[in-house]
């Protein structure tokens, strides 16, 4: 009697909850040919970087909310099947009063390993998911990868950043601090400008022959204008944002509210990074989430081996 064809074993699964200063989110992947594959994709805004702006730490109903929303994407990621679920928490862990409560919170909702990520190691996951992700690699290649709270700029090869700078810049922290009308003011998009501009003023990186850009601003940018960034699509969609309201953007874009109140802010940020870099911006497929996925399938498979 014929076996019939051999069974298609399941690779694998591994999941990352992602707790970012604009939002929360869970990936579930398993290894592919490039990067990682992915099996579930969720997001949640929280905005704990308004907290932290506003009174230096995160309040109790946040962390309530981060609690539950974190219990939740842990049974989530526990029906697909993975054999390691790990927290990362990047800006709200370095700028908050009382990023031990979240470490905490994060801990018992999750029974997982937490990890509160410097900003080197919020950058090298950052760069391995934007290059491993790519079909193809220059000899040098940067890396910007804008959040809420914070950007990493990194300039390397395809085996990792050699060159390596962080800013306590990002979207929703200059958006609460210097943006304060609905559409921005011109007076508020010049405010946030120069604040980049001084907050970038000693940036000198190695000049490389390509770049990609990752984080949020820089997926709905895609949305918006395409995958190229440029001073031309950069600039462009600043000056829509100084004459529509975030409501307008979100609908005409079909793209979050929360991102597009912030949009503005972080397109500033990648404008000022492009021109630090020379070359145009190309919105990378991957990011931190897929940067720290596949380090745990990695382990896996090292253990496994």
């Known amino acids: 009697m014929s076996a019939g064809p051999p069974l298609r074993m399941r690779r694998v699964r ?11 989110r869970l990936l579930v992947a398993e290894s592919a040919r490039r990067g990682v594959e992915t099996i579930l994709s969720e997001r949640t805004h929280v905005g704990l970087a308004a907290d ?7 309040s109790a109903e946040k962390l309530a909310q981060v609690g539950k929303l974190a219990a939740r994407y842990t049974a989530l990621a526990g029906v697909c099947g993975i054999r390691r679920l790990e927290v990362v928490v990047t800006a709200p862990g ?8 979240l470490h905490d919170a994060l801990s018992d909702a999750t029974a997982a390993s937490v990890r509160l990520l410097s900003d080197e190691e919020e950058g ?7 290059v491993a992700a790519c079909r193809s690699v220059s000899d040098t290649v ?8 914070s950007t990493q700029v990194m300039v390397g090869t395809e085996q990792g950043p ?5 800013f306590d810049v990002g979207s929703l922290r200059l958006t609460e601090r210097l943006v304060h009308a609905n559409p921005p003011t011109r007076k508020d998009l010049d405010t946030v400008t120069s604040a980049v501009a001084d907050a970038f003023e000693d940036l000198t990186p190695p000049l490389p022959i390509s770049a990609l850009a990752t984080g949020g601003t820089a997926r709905t940018l895609r949305r918006m204008v395409g995958r190229r960034l440029g001073e031309k699509e950069l600039t462009g969609v600043v000056e829509l944002m100084a004459t529509r309201t975030s409501e307008e953007v979100a609908a005409d874009y079909t793209i979050p509210l929360e991102r597009a109140r912030v949009l503005a802010a972080g397109t500033i940020v990648l404008r000022e990074a492009h021109g630090r870099l020379g070359v145009k911006l190309e919105v990378a497929k991957g990011g931190m989430r897929e940067g720290a996925v596949r380090g745990l399938l990695d382990e896996l498979a090292a253990a496994a081996a």
């Open 14 to 24: 591994a999941g990352v909850i992602d707790v970012g200063s604009n939002t929360i």
């Open 142 to 149: 940067a890396v910007v990868d804008v959040g809420g709270g």
């Open 124 to 130: 090298r996951l950052a760069y391995a998911g934007a």
């Open 52 to 58: 932290i702006e506003r009174h230096g730490q995160i």
């Open 94 to 101: 370095r700028q908050s009063g009382n990023a031990d409560r």
């Open 162 to 166: 050699a060159w390596l700078r962080s």
